[in-house]
């Protein structure tokens, strides 16, 4: 599902099968759904998650 204010994207270049979002300025949220459960993978910077 998407939502402007939290810029769902897909990251599956660098994190296979996973979404982002924003969590407040340069901070992210990576994760993936299966069904109606939502694993978070990694919370960071963006430039600690894609270093």
Known sequence: MYDPILNNH???K???GC???????????????????VTFVAISTHAQLYK
Do not use: K, L, W
């Open 10 to 12: 897909s990251v599956d």
């Open 14 to 16: 660098a994190y296979p």
């Open 19 to 37: 979404c982002s979002i924003d969590i407040t300025g340069d901070y992210r949220a990576i994760f993936f759904e299966n069904g109606d459960v």
